[in-house]
């Protein structure tokens, strides 16, 4: 999961990814699976590496890698909670006393 300040680095290669495609696609008239197949979010995945040590393939989901999404431990499992309004545990169900307000 990467914290606010490395999300600062990974945001601006997603974005340039996204203006690349865009482009791509503009100019050579491609289709969204061939500008995809560009590998414009390398960057973006090569960054991420290098921050957590971890591989992925698709620059789409290291939007969803960002740990502030992500609500408090829950009380039971000390998993995170899935959003930080969540009121029960998705990993093990338990309900959270009080509803999450932030």
């Known amino acids: 999961m990467l914290d606010e300040q490395e999300w600062a680095e990974i945001a601006p290669l997603l974005s340039a990814m996204v203006s690349r495609i865009q482009n791509f696609r503009r100019v050579q008239g491609a289709s969204l699976a061939q500008a995809l197949n ?29 740990v502030s999404l992500l609500g408090p431990s829950c009380k039971a499992c000390g998993k995170p909670l899935r959003t930080p309004r969540a009121s029960f545990c998705a990993e093990c169900g338990s309900i959270q006393s009080e509803p999450i307000d932030q």
Do not use: C, I
Request: no cysteine.
């Open 38 to 66: 560009q590998r414009f979010g390398a960057d973006a995945l090569l960054r991420y590496q290098e921050l957590t040590g971890e591989e992925e393939s698709d620059p789409e989901v290291l939007r969803h890698h960002r």
